[in-house]
């Protein structure tokens, strides 16, 4: 590691205690360790939502594909490379955010009121059929998902202008990212 780099500590923690302390046989045999552990729990992730799909949601939008078994696994199969691919774009999304946990907090912050939605409704409104619920969350998701996006999902890092690293701060800068009171609720 460059001693010169710019890092945060919490970040390489684990890292520098395999490249300093361990012998260099056993750094290469962890390292492999770790990527058999990763992808094999999302090969069973994968595998375990892509039959889910298939049982839950195929059967029923299709009750006479139950006593296709085979159709049913390529179906299945199917769906398992569908959530691949979502995975993959989640990843992808996520190297924009600073760190894991913001990328699933601006994700999930979609669903989360939703969410509280059909806790309350589930819980206060007996009379509320499953359809209605059903189409009220999918209409709330959808529409908070262009809200997020007016606001911008991920804040952009500020850049300091010539002036400014001359020395010269001039104005208080507002910084990229954060939203103005008018278009997202701010104070």
């Known amino acids: 590691m460059d001693p010169r780099a710019k890092t945060k500590d919490s970040d390489y ?12 046989g056993s750094v290469g045999l962890l390292v492999a360790v770790m990527f058999a552990a990763a992808l094999s729990s999302k090969a069973s992730e994968l595998a375990a939502l892509g039959t889910t799909t298939t049982i839950d949601f195929w059967r029923h ?25 979502v995975a993959v774009a ?3 999304f996520a190297g924009f955010a600073e760190n894991l946990i913001e990328a699933i907090n601006i994700l ?20 509320v059929g499953g359809s209605a619920v059903f189409f009220a969350a999918v209409t709330a998701s ?3 998902w262009p809200n997020r996006r007016s606001c911008r ?16 701060r001039g104005a208080p ?15």
């Open 13 to 24: 923690v684990f890292i520098t205690f395999i490249l300093t302390q361990m012998p260099p």
């Open 90 to 92: 989640f990843a992808l």
């Open 108 to 127: 999930g912050s979609i669903f989360y009121g939703v969410l509280l939605g059909l806790f309350l409704v589930a819980f206060f409104l007996r009379r």
């Open 61 to 85: 939008l299709r009750p006479l594909a139950a006593a296709d078994e085979a159709r049913n696994v390529r179906v299945a199969r199917r769906f398992t490379a569908l959530r691949g691919v």
């Open 142 to 144: 959808s529409s908070a």
């Open 173 to 187: 800068r507002v910084p990229r990212g954060v939203p103005s009171a008018g278009r997202c609720g701010g104070p």
């Open 153 to 168: 999902l991920v804040a952009e890092p500020t850049r300091a202008t010539p002036d400014e690293r001359a020395g010269d």
